[in-house]
């Protein structure tokens, strides 16, 4: 009877989506909260899901590295609240990339999904990314994260706090914080001093750093 209580329990949490009010926060506590939650798409091919291991906050007016630095435009205004809806923008004229918008309504937050580790079945996730040579590499990066999910222009301003939403982010338990590393953000031009990319050091989905072209580490090459 136990067994069959706690069987039901863990599925009730498997279940559950994140809470709104867990996003409506600081993006740098909300960035931590999202490592280890699962964010699972609708696709054409079948439902995917990855368990998030690699994130990073950004801010509005105080952070130049933010989309949202010189204040509100078409393009960001999923940045501006309410908490818990995606942002999907285009980048380099060829990925599209994805963040969980955070804080309240009219303060501008956010934390860009950068790798995920697959949860869901992994056949569904090679058929969406064929050139991917193992599991580790199917979402490993946030343009790679964006294409397992199907996550482009469509999917901008869903609510992923929404049951009925196609995009849903499923709300994990709370990662030990002995397991969360910190560094700088991945390919910025400014503040790129800040340690606000947080990363699950066990995990063999986690993205390579690339200094952007701001950071003395930059070397005019990639990779």
């Excluded at 909300?30 to 091919?45: H, K, N, Q, W, Y």
Aim: include cysteine; charge should be neutral; hydrophobic fraction near 40%.
């Amino acid at each position: 009877m136990r067994a069959a209580v706690a069987g039901r329990a863990g599925r009730e949490r498997e279940l559950t989506l994140l809470d709104r009010g867990e996003l409506a926060i600081d993006p740098l506590p909300a960035a931590v909260r999202l490592l280890g939650c699962t964010l699972e798409s609708d696709t054409p091919e079948g439902t995917v899901a990855v368990r998030l291991v690699e994130v990073e906050a950004y801010r509005g007016a105080d952070d130049p590295a933010s989309h949202c630095f010189r204040g509100r435009t078409p393009r960001n205004t999923v940045m501006f609240g309410p908490a818990g809806h995606l942002y999907v923008y285009f980048v380099y004229g060829m990925h599209f990339c994805a963040n969980v918008s955070c804080l309240d309504v009219d303060e501008p937050g956010g934390v860009l999904m950068r790798a995920g580790e697959v949860v869901s079945d992994l056949a569904t996730a090679h058929v969406r990314r064929p050139t991917a040579r193992k599991a580790a590499d199917l979402a490993r990066g946030p343009a790679r994260l964006a294409s397992l999910l199907g996550l482009g222009r469509a999917q901008n301003g869903l609510d992923v706090t929404d049951p009925t939403s196609p995009v849903r982010l499923r709300a994990g338990e709370p990662v030990d914080p002995a397991d969360v590393r910190s560094g700088p953000r991945v390919g910025v031009a400014a503040a790129h001093e800040l340690p606000w990319r947080f990363w699950l050091d066990d995990s063999p989905a986690v993205s390579q750093y690339r200094p952007g072209r701001g950071d003395p580490r930059h070397t005019g090459r990639a990779g």
